[in-house]
């Protein structure tokens, strides 16, 4: 158990703090740590409080950009007007989170630390390309979202030394939209079976960029690269979307699960949630809705 | 009778005390030098404990007391909350001991610690070590039930721990003289209660050597006759006490830990000890509701009268007997009444398996074999060709029907009122045609389901309730009642029930929540949806009783004759004009005060139902099926009830939403999942337990359809646990409408569902 409960004031006194106190790590909304140090999965001398840091917490457009803080909270995500108008995806994906409790603590660096496959938010940031800016005694470095996993519940940000400050979405311009779906056996307070998120762009009515993230399929959030360049090059209709879903499908490993449903029907389920997120982010982008014979 | 009290929505008796934190729950019974105990686990389903070593444990300080079962009690005892049976071929089996030298499910209790603190505890509880001769796991019914299983309880042949059933009329007969046959299979799930506040119980020696229990049960009077069994001691010598609950639908009438916090404080000279179960323990080591398989086969007439029913039933009770056969017995009892038919044969067998102990569960067997009856009656329904509602309302039953076993009466029904009603709320044939030609993966339908269930558990039980009051100085009144307020609001109905009949309003009525086996008159306790129905008999009595006297006094006051006199606002009054005479404080400080005629005005008084009422009721259910995923949104929901006069519509209507809300989790999400092997449970705790939130719940509608029961003195009849009975099998024929998929079994999660949309072709 924790001896100590530090606040650190910026990301520089974080380190600082990390640095003057080994075996001490991290902490932003707890939701994940607090039950590691419980059930012993974790051990910690101290722990650095990053909740108190203004500029974590920012949620911005900059030269094309979405910033966002590393300490930016599920709720400020979910409800940010910027957000919800630009990346949906990921308005979306921090509305599913749990419930409003964890919610209101829970932030984005936490859920993408943490490294489970299917964590709602860090699905989005994968299928959005969200880069990580990762503060380090080396300095500062820059890896996409995608790159900080080293298997389950391992990430490659080690919280002990370094601390995530913010996540940067480049804005794809013109003609892009994202949307997040997931499957789940209750409403609130519930694990995804499977979450989608997907991001595309349609120039002159044809996908110029596509990117697909699916969970849990894979030891990681899945960026599923087959699936999305299917798309690129073609008219958004129908018929690429429902291709798309069954090449993601194909690669898709959805594990079995008693708690979480069988592989055989998330596999299944992957094409209708892949078809669906499309359909709506396609939709969206177009503002045009994409007549889909079976829904 | 134009009330003053019954039929009002009066505010709960216990609601500040509850909002403001000031009610005292068991966990809020804080004593000096109190020392906790906790339990060692089994982590084999199925297992002997060879050696059990706890010297380590033993010399950790702080440790007060280590106990096996070789230092305690060996008696076997039964756990089920029902009154002692003087029959012994009647009485519960007993199956039990404190501590297990055998574990028959992953949780059983092998050991004990007691300690200082929590900390301590369960650091000396990682110190014993056990050594286990692992046996087979038999985690199916027919796993337990194949020829050459290993016996779970060494005197029970073939695991089955009963068979018995009932036959009325010719089922052969019955099926030669049917026009059509038709037949199912349907399957429930092991679900559990999930109350508020966990188990919990604490112990103590008093000074006259006695054994104080503080036990959050449903069932304190039952609970002593348990512990005195259990520990083999004299029922005298043990004195249960039961503060505020925190709920409990079925899980707290039984003795899950009673007699091993008593076995706790003797271990350690008496001293106060405190035995508390965390959400992940009570999930697994109380009680759950039995999971059913049933095998239906009907016996129908060109014109939709049903002729005759067989049913098969599995029920699987787990590793202990608890209340066992019983549920299955029940459950095939109280359904019956509702569709009187010339012939029913009912074969349950109620088989022990290496899974937690399933007990009393809201409903009692009945959700299980509703869910199994009303699923049967649309699939028939369906292949006729017949309006669902139609169908039944050909077979309904009717006031003055006499059940042909056990002799009750049906003398108020309001079913098919209350199927009218909830007709009416969801717009039943407006929608029916809306659906009719639907596209597109999402489809929408409707569905609904009866039932029939009892007011407590007569003939089969002892249907006993104890009422006591005192009038005091102002001509307030106190209240004690044996029954026991769990959060349902029987207190405050009872208290309404005495402000009627003395003419006086509810809040000069105090009613005294805590049960105390020394001090409170005997009532058996809150299950089978009994209390308000008998328990207020009682209090009706008790009421008429100290009114009387009252008016005697008064009598003797102003030389008035008492049948020329009432009580209304709290005044005495004449009958004929309801001019006032005196205030009845007057009479009552008379009553204490007056130096030659006082006598304080009491009464006591027990009451020996012998009868029973039948209550009835309806869910009404929209849905909108996802073909694509499997899943199920429900729209709206209503349930209707007839359960007689509603003594407080406030309380009878949370009681609905409570029901109905939980019937949702029982048809879509819930289900206590082990691991196939192992036995081991992979969701324990309310996050992996699916049991819905408020975000999964629509809008519940409620409503009653207000008969008289004639048998109660207030009209009203049994209401707790019916509103969960017809949820599932509603929601489920809703989806068979929606689709034409004819689900059957629960839950219907996603998945499942989404399977039986690929074996039907849907998809
Ligand atoms: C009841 C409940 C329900 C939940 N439901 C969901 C759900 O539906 N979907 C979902 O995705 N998750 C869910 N979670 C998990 C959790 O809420 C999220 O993963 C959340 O985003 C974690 O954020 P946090 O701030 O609380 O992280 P913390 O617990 O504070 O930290 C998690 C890990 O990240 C590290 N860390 C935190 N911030 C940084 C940083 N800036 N830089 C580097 N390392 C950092 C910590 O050291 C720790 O190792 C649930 C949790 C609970 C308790």
New interface residues.
Partial sequence: MPEKYLFATSPADCLALLAANPGARLIAGGTDLVIDLKEKRRQVTALVDITRIPELKIITEANGKIILGGAATHTRVATSSLIREKLPALAAAAAAVG?PQVRNVGTLAGNVVNAQPAADTAVALVALGAVATILGAEGERQVPVADLYAGVGRSLVDAGREIITRFTVDLWGEGESSAFAR?S???????P?LNVAARVQVREGICTRARICIAPVAPRPFLCEEAAASLVGREPTAETIARAASVAKEAARPRDS??R??GA?RK??TV?LVARVLNEAFSRATSRKIEND?? | MASTAVGQSVTRVDAVAKVTGQAKYTGDFIFRDMLVGKVLRSPYAHAIVKNIDASQARALPGVEGILTYKDVPRNKFPTAGHPYSLDPAHGDKADCTILTEKARFVGDAVAAVIARDELTAAEALKLIKVEYEVLEPLLTPEAAMREGAPLIHEDCPGNILSASGYDIGDIEGAFKEADYIFEDELETSIVQHCQLENHISCAYVDSDGRIVIITSTQIPHIIRRIVGQALGIPWGRIRVIKPCVGGGFGSKQDACLEPLVAAMTLAVGGRPVKLELSREECMIATRTRHAFKFKIKTGVSRDGRLIGMHIKAIANTGAYASHGHSIAMAGGSKFRILYPMQALKYEPCTVYTNLPVAGAMRGYGSPQITFAVESHLDNIASKLHIDPIEFRLKNLVKEGYVDPLNGNAVRSCGIRECIARGKELIKWDEKKARYKNQAGSRRRGLGMACFSYGSGTYPVGLEIGGARIVLNQDGSVQLQVGATEIGQGSDTVFAQMVAEVLGIPVDMVHVISTQDTDISPFDTGAYASRQTYITGMAVARAAAEVKEKILDFAWGMTDIPAHALDIKGANIVYKHSGEVVMPLAEVALHTYYDTVFAKPITSDTSNNARVNAFVFGVTFAEVEVDLKTGRIDVLEIYNVHDSGRIINHQLAAAQVHGGVGMGIGYALSEQLLFDEKTGRPLNNNLLDYKLPTIMDIPAIGVDFVETFEPTSPFGCKALGEPPIIPVAPAIRNAVFDATGVALDRLPMNPQRVFEKFKEAGLI
């Fill in positions: 419930s499957l056996p209750r409403r609130a307070l519930s694990l079976m008693l708690l449903g069988s029907y299944d389920m209708v079976v829904e």
